[in-house]
């Protein structure tokens, strides 16, 4: 088939290559020419393992195509997949002004047949939105075509995209023709070949399904967080309380690591989204804005037990900063907590050395330049070089490297009586102060 994804952000660069992969045709559209003339050349606007090279072979062998005109890619395309960006509003609700002008766009120049596909993540009603704008462009033109408009949201993770897109637990489509849902079965037909793992729903399903598989995953991680919290006052170690809980099967493993806080693209904008959303039907969801308020009292625990130990005024004081990217295998600091602890740091007078192994690109862009006037924030090249004379670590995310590091050397670095703060529970307590350490860990 003839495929177009319109939006090369992470959910459609991983949409379009993994469907020329399985041999479709597609094009990518992106209004931003600059990131085309990039991808053209084979330059990538996010970083995904795997991602680089599968675009290049695919658009080698002509199945993969980069445009910055729509109208051109419609030519030849009969399926619309839209994977622009959906950022939130000042209200928390999500921004539709992409969508919708793309809706618009499509509208302006359909005349035949379409299947349009929500990929992004929209709010439930977001398609009869889109099935709205298409037709009334089609009403000004005064031409009639039969169109469909359906949700299939997409869950993968970054980091591990690839593999989420081509062995998906489900796919989720919402669609009403049985036309629609016979190209969305045709579509996705390599990627459910073992067993069927379509699941067809109405529309407002589909697009609900994807907030509250969100709100869901969000929820156990502030419960879990909060629970950290109480062990801390009780005495008792999370960790353990982790994994006696995880090994019942109706709780699982998966989702339940206490830590500093959620971040990324996806679960503080979709929980704000899915909670402004109750407001819009005046229900008070409660569950969700204590999931969204204990985030963001967790994105700040390392700098409480940091205050808690050094006092008030870090002047003087020198840290080394861990992670910066939001999860390991990324170099997305989008809600990252590292940089609220970054900011409670420097705004208390500390100074930084900051390191992670793929983000610093992404740092030198997205943090404020004052930080890196005077020396507060020194980006490095090294996780050791981070701790030569400071005070303390703080780990913030869990990259591999950082999981066995040499504590004799780290130690012959930092000043007398260092200490960690450990964001994500990667160490032994008991290990660190035979190490020489005093050590923070989250609910430990
Ligand atoms: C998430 C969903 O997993 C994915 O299905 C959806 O499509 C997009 O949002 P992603 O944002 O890439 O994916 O990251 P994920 O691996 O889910 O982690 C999200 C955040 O939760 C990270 O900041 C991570 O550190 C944190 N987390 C995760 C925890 O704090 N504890 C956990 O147990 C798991």
Known sequence: MNLTVIGTGYVGLVTGTCFAEMGHHVTCVDVDQRKIDNLNKGILPIYEPGLDAMVEHNARDGRLAFTSSLPEAMRSSDVYFIAVGTPPGEDGSADLQYVLAVAREIGAHLDRYALVVDKSTVPVGTAEQVRAAIDSELEHRNVRVDFDVVSNPEFLKEGAAINDFMKPDRIVVGAESERAIDLMRALYADFTRSHDRLLVMGVRDAEMTKYVANAMLATKISFMNEVANLCDRMGVDVENVRTGIGSDSRIGYSFIYPGCGYGGSC????????????????????????????????????????????????????????????????????????KVLLRQLIDAGASVRAYDPIAMDVARDELPAEWFGDGRLTLVDNQYDALRDADALALVTEWKPFRHPDFDAMRRLMRPDPAIFDGRNQYQPENMQSDGFVYYGVGR
């Open 267 to 338: 679960f503080p904008k979709d929980v704000k989204a899915l909670i402004r959303m109750a407001g819009n039907h005046d229900f008070v969801p409660a569950v969700l804005e204590a999931v969204e308020a204990r985030n963001e009292q967790q994105k700040g625990y390392l700098f409480e037990k940091i205050r808690a130990h050094y006092g008030p005024d870090l002047s003087g004081r020198r840290f080394a900063l861990w992670g910066l990217a939001f999860k390991p295998g990324t170099d997305d600091m989008r809600e990252a907590a590292s």
